[in-house]
C-alpha cells in the first residue's frame, strides 16, 4: 500500500468513524476499556483526578479536550483563528465599515471594554445588567458551584467579563459589535451544533 492510498483510508475511516480507536475496538469487542489512557497519563502527571476519562474517539483525539496533546490542540487553534481573522481584514473593501479589535490574541471582556471604543458602543454598567440576565439562564458547572453559592450576582458578573472570545468585530456606524467564536467539531452528527453550543455554555 503506498503513503497516498494509505492516507486515504485513514481519512476515509475517519469520516466513516471507523477509524480504529479505542471506542471503535470496543464496538468490535476487541477492548473493554474505552477511556483514553493519553489523557490519565497527562492528568497523573499534573495530580488531577482520573475519574470519569473522556472515550478515544476520533473527534476527542482533534479537540481541546483531548489532555493528551491539549497545548499542541489550542496552539493550533489559534494559528487558524488569526489566519481566517487576517484574510477577512485583508478582503475588506475600502468602504468596509468592520474592525477586528483582537486580530492577535484573545482578550477577555474586561480587557476590552476598557478600550474608549468598547465604551462607545455599550456603557459598561447596561451590559453588565444584561449579560446578569443572560448569566442566569446558563448551567452553573459542579466546579464553579462554591463561588456562585457565595454571591451569586457576582458570580454571574465574573463568569461574563472573564470571558475570553476568540475575536471582537465592531461596525462602529452601526454602534454594533459582533463576539466571534470558532468552534471545531464533525458535522457527521445531526445534533453536532446543540453540542458546540453547550460546549460553550
Known amino acids: 500500500m503506498t503513503r497516498a492510498s494509505l492516507e486515504d483510508t485513514r481519512e476515509t475511516m ?10 471503535w475496538l470496543a464496538k468490535l469487542k476487541r477492548r473493554s476499556d474505552v477511556g483514553y489512557r493519553l489523557c490519565k497519563r497527562a492528568r497523573e502527571q ?7 476519562l473522556p472515550e478515544r474517539t476520533y473527534g476527542h483525539i482533534n479537540s481541546a479536550f483531548f489532555d493528551g496533546m491539549a497545548t499542541t490542540v489550542t496552539a493550533a487553534h489559534h494559528f487558524i483563528r488569526r489566519h481566517l481573522y487576517t484574510s477577512m481584514q485583508d478582503a475588506q ?10 486580530p492577535d490574541k484573545e482578550s477577555s471582556m474586561n480587557t ?7 465604551e462607545q458602543i455599550c456603557r459598561r454598567e447596561s451590559l453588565t445588567e444584561k449579560a446578569v440576565e443572560i448569566e442566569q439562564t446558563i448551567v452553573v458547572k459542579e466546579h464553579e458551584r462554591k463561588r456562585h453559592d457565595f454571591d451569586p450576582t457576582m458570580f454571574y458578573e465574573n463568569r461574563f467579563w472573564n470571558q475570553r472570545p476568540d475575536g471582537i468585530v465592531i461596525i462602529k456606524n452601526h454602534q454594533t459589535l459582533y463576539i466571534l467564536e470558532s468552534k471545531r467539531s464533525s458535522d457527521r452528527n445531526e445534533d453536532f451544533l446543540r453540542v458546540k453550543e453547550d460546549e460553550a455554555n
Open 93 to 102: 473593501t475600502p468602504a468596509s465599515k468592520l474592525r477586528f479589535v483582537t
Open 14 to 23: 475517519a469520516i466513516a468513524g471507523t477509524i480504529p480507536v479505542a471506542k
Open 112 to 118: 476590552l471594554w476598557k478600550e474608549k471604543e468598547s
Open 46 to 52: 499534573r495530580g488531577a483526578r482520573t475519574l470519569n
